[in-house]
């Protein structure tokens, strides 16, 4: 159960690293993208891509607690002598593979591991 609660805790941490990051560039884009003379503002592809990986790492996180969030359920009924529904007895059978976290999980760090190298790229163009 320890492993579930250390899971939740860098989800969130995900969530608040992406929502950040997006919310600080967005509200100083002015500031970090500067027009060229009276041409509009040129924001950079990689800082947009940027964004739309942030966005999905979110949603992503979001598939990561529910499903958190199913198997604690789970795992709650069952030590409760509960009855438990066809999915809540494959979360708590397959925990131990726990592909119902490991892969949304893991797709939400590949999202946010590519957002991050996009904001640092971003910052060899402005």
Known sequence: ???LKAALETTKQVIALSTGVITLTVTFLEKIVQP??????????????GWISFGLAIVCAMWTLMAITG??????????????NPSQREAT????DGTNIRVPAVV??????????????SGFYL
């Open 71 to 84: 198997t604690m359920n789970a795992l709650d009924r069952e030590a409760r002598s509960l009855p438990l």
């Open 108 to 121: 939400m760090l590949l999202f946010f591991a590519v957002g991050i190298g996009l904001m640092i790229l």
């Open 36 to 49: 060229q003379s009276n041409s509009p503002r040129q924001v950079p592809c990689t800082l947009k891509i």
């Open 1 to 3: 159960m320890e492993g």
């Open 93 to 96: 059978q397959n925990l131990a």
